[in-house]
């Protein structure tokens, strides 16, 4: 038997696709030779990432530095961009000032909405359609939920091209209909005994389908990237936040919508699990190589304070320059660590040993680690 008799594929993209098969999909769909071989490569790598992980002494500094480039990168899959130092001073400046640009905003919106679903499930256990309204709304400061049945919403062809602007796909439609589809993939998250037993497999599948319930007007790209790491965190196989596959995705970017839209249009459920399970190796490999140069860094840094100063509370000190790229005074009063002067002078001793590099922006001075902004970059 055929996928296409396996799995009913979208017959007109330009239509609503109302059909859009319900959960669990047919075992035959994924039971193959090569997506269980790259699935054995994919929790290998997972799993040394979290090993490694568990043993940071301080995994919230870490967590913070590199949840920042996730949101930096996911944004910029929807073509919202920012540099860099615009967004480590934004987050240097708790970004409450308004000085910061309108995708910089947007980006750290993103990393906001990663924690508060995060935390959520902490808090609830369970994935709902709350989960979900709250990524959405976080993500786009929006005050909405999930859009009515009127909404006429399709994902188009490229800006380019003889087929620019036409249809690639248009999801589901109707009154109940989107809330139906997406209560079933909230059952297929929160049942531990449905098919596949592997939460990987079962990101995997979870993923295509949200994109393709497309329950929000906008930002369902980047909420169903967040999605993917919640069910690697949630069903035990991260106990911190920090695998993201939006690096993957910006890189095979067109690969990512040729392969997505395969499922739909000729039940390509094979090329979908490889693709996946691909970005979460190589994000995997990615992020603990990420992992082991801020560590070493760090040790690096730690070692050059206490033989060269007489800085008291070093390792506190090389932590919180570790947090973020860009430190400020108040981030080391606001932690008790010194008072105001004992602060200043210790950035600054810092930035004479070039441990840190000293910048003056509208009158505001900031202390920049460009050992962690080098690490972060690539």
């Not at 769909?29 to 990432?49: H, M, P, S, T």
Request: proline residues 6%; contains cysteine.
């Amino acid at each position: 038997m055929s996928e296409k008799q396996i799995y009913p594929v979208n017959p007109d993209r330009t239509k609503p696709w109302n059909d859009l098969p319900d959960l669990p999909i047919a075992p035959s769909l994924y039971r193959d030779v090569e997506i269980y071989e790259q699935l054995g490569n994919a929790k290998e790598a997972l799993a040394l990432l979290a090993g490694r992980s568990i043993a940071i002494p301080n995994p919230g500094m870490l967590i913070n530095s590199i949840t920042l480039q996730e949101a930096k990168v996911s944004s910029a899959i929807e073509h919202v961009f920012t540099t860099d130092d615009e967004l480590y001073k934004a987050v240097s400046d708790s970004a409450g000032d308004g000085e910061a640009s309108g995708p910089t905003k947007e980006v750290l919106r993103y990393r906001e909405a990663l924690w508060k679903g995060h935390h959520y499930l902490e808090e609830h256990g369970r994935f709902d359609r709350t989960y979900f309204v709250q990524l959405y709304q976080t993500i786009m400061e929006s005050g909405d939920g999930i859009r009515p049945p009127f909404a006429r919403t399709f994902i188009r062809m490229g800006a380019t091209g003889p087929n620019a602007g036409k249809p690639a796909y248009t999801p589901p439609r109707g009154k109940g209909v989107v809330e139906a589809k997406l209560d079933n993939l909230i059952e297929f998250l929160n049942n531990s005994d449905s098919e596949p037993a592997d939460p990987l497999l079962k990101m995997c599948i979870a993923h295509f389908q949200f994109e393709a319930i497309h329950p929000f007007r906008d930002g369902n790209g980047r909420a169903g990237r967040i999605m993917n790491i919640h069910q690697l965190t949630h069903n035990g196989l991260l106990e911190l936040p920090i695998l993201y596959l939006s690096r993957y995705i910006l890189e095979q970017k067109e690969q990512y919508y040729e392969t997505l839209a395969g499922v739909s249009q000729r039940a390509g459920w094979k090329q979908w699990f490889l693709y996946m399970l691909q970005a979460v190796e190589w994000t995997s490999k990615l992020t603990l190589r990420k992992v082991n140069d801020i560590i070493a860094s760090q040790d690096e840094i730690l070692g050059v304070i206490r033989e060269q100063t007489a800085i008291r509370r070093p390792e506190e000190l090389t932590e919180a320059i570790f947090t973020q790229p860009y430190t400020k005074v108040n981030h080391l009063t606001d932690r008790g660590l010194y008072a105001e002067n004992t602060a200043r002078n210790y950035l600054n001793e810092l930035a004479g040993l070039q441990i840190l590099e000293k910048r003056e922006i509208k009158g505001r001075h900031y202390y920049i680690n460009r050992e962690l902004e080098e690490i972060l970059s690539y």
